[in-house]
């Protein structure tokens, strides 16, 4: 003779498909994001925590390697709200990726990020949709500066 003892606690799942009950249905979910963001970084990691960060905060986030694959990216996909780029790096750098994105969708807000302050032109400033974040940043500096140029969107 086999006893079979079925442990429950009160939190576990009490649905008992054997007894011919229909599933429930899931609940529909709903997304709600802060916006849509391009993260381009040559640094896997540092783009990949960037990326965390922005998605930990409600932003919808995509990451490119550089600036043809980001340009890449913002032709395929939906719009994006704000895009965040190394000012330095390897093929087409964060500058010449800003310039591109100004003719090709102007008004996108620019936040650029690098390691070396002397990369960060004054001139880069003259468009009203972009600033500059030095590297190493803390996560609250990062979501800052990103919502003062995002504003009211």
């Known amino acids: 003779m086999t006893v079979v003892f079925a442990l429950f606690s009160e939190s576990a799942d009490t649905h008992e498909p054997w007894r ?7 609940e529909p979910r709903s997304f709600s994001t802060l916006g849509r963001v391009l993260v381009v970084d040559d640094d896997e990691l540092l783009r990949r925590v960037v990326g965390r960060m922005l998605e930990e905060a409600g932003y919808e986030v995509m990451l490119a ?3 043809v694959e980001a340009l890449g990216c913002v032709n395929a996909s939906e719009p994006f709200d ?6 330095r790096m390897p093929g087409m750098s964060g500058r010449a990726l800003g310039e591109r994105l100004a003719a090709i969708h102007p008004g996108l807000p ?3 990020i690098s390691g070396y302050t002397s990369d960060w032109q004054p001139e880069l400033a003259t468009r009203a949709a972009s600033a500059f974040l030095p590297k190493p940043f803390a996560e609250s500096d990062l979501l800052r500066s990103l919502q ?3 504003g009211d969107r």
């Open 148 to 150: 003062a140029l995002l």
């Open 82 to 87: 704000a895009v965040v780029a190394d000012l």
């Open 65 to 67: 390697a550089d600036g």
């Open 20 to 26: 011919g009950e229909p599933e429930p249905a899931p």
């Open 110 to 112: 620019v936040l650029y």
